[in-house]
């Protein structure tokens, strides 16, 4: 997926200026811990956007509530829907941020760069 024309390959956190590497790397390791950092943000985000990898899954009842108590709203869809969904939304300037995982393997390189 992209986000602000540049390809990532690996699960990220992404905030209105940058991008993070998340620890995360399949669905059921997302969990309340895993998304603390927006407890260390300000303005608290009004919208998480989860990228929940190739498929639209949904969040734990624990990971909702753990938004929820923050007043926070999630959108849960596959990874290159979340990172459409958080470009339009941080060119609005909104305060969201998303977390996303990797949709797929790295694509083969052919030189050696």
Same mark, same amino acid.
Request: proline share 5%; hydrophobic share 35%; aromatic share 12%.
């Given at each position: 997926?992209?986000?602000?024309?540049v390809e990532y390959f690996d699960s990220i956190i992404c905030l209105s200026k940058f991008?993070?590497?998340?620890?995360?790397?399949?669905?059921e390791e997302i969990?309340?811990?895993s998304l603390a950092i927006v407890d260390l943000l300000t303005p608290t985000p009004?919208?998480?956007?989860?990228?929940? *990898?190739?498929?639209?899954k949904f969040p734990s009842k624990e990971v909702k509530?753990?938004?929820k108590s923050r007043n926070i709203k999630i959108e849960s869809v596959d990874?290159?829907?979340a990172a459409i969904a958080f470009?339009?939304?941080?060119?609005?300037c909104r305060d969201v941020v998303a977390a996303m995982l990797p949709? *797929?393997?790295e694509p083969e390189r052919t030189h050696p760069f």
């Open positions: 997926f992209s986000v602000d024309q991008v993070l590497s998340w620890t995360p790397k399949t669905f969990t309340p811990e009004e919208i998480l956007v989860l990228g929940t *990898g190739n498929t639209t509530e753990f938004l990874s290159r829907h470009n339009f939304m941080n060119v609005e949709c *797929g393997k």
